[in-house]
């Protein structure tokens, strides 16, 4: 069946998006299987026409959202827990790389989620706001906010965290 061979090569995809919004292994290697699993389940209701990430990126971003909601917290691995890389980095390069992902656990997650789909996962916003369920605007505007952030976090400086006040 072609369209799951489409799946199965959008798994490292998953995997790496996965990891990058739970910071463990364990719950990334069962964030991609609840989403294959859904998507198979829901393999109908796919458009055909439309390109098959984003919609795997949306399952597993509403499969996240809901599991967040019943855990209202993210856990982050400690440095121990992080997997062996097939490819010692040196030293300056490992460091640099523990201080992004600590600065990245300090955003706020929706603006964590649409660095990483745009950064990382190289989707265009038109496709996140798609994903996320959210107009592009927003996207935009979460992105920009998120750069600043993680350039502020990274610098050392304060970062304030606003507070979103409902009227």
Known sequence: MAGRDAIVAEIP???RYARALTGRTDAAEDLVQETLQRALEKWRLWQRERDLRPWLFSIMHNLHVDGHRRDQRVDFCADDDLPVPVQRASQA????????????ALLPPEQREVLLLVGLEELSYTEVARALQIPQGTVMSR?????????????????????????
């Open 93 to 104: 390069d490992a460091l640099e790389l523990r201080d992004l992902e600590r600065a990245l």
């Open 143 to 167: 992105l920009s906010r998120a750069r600043t952030r993680l350039k502020a976090i990274l610098a050392g400086e304060a970062a304030p965290q606003l507070k979103v006040v409902s009227t």
């Open 13 to 15: 995809r998953l995997r």
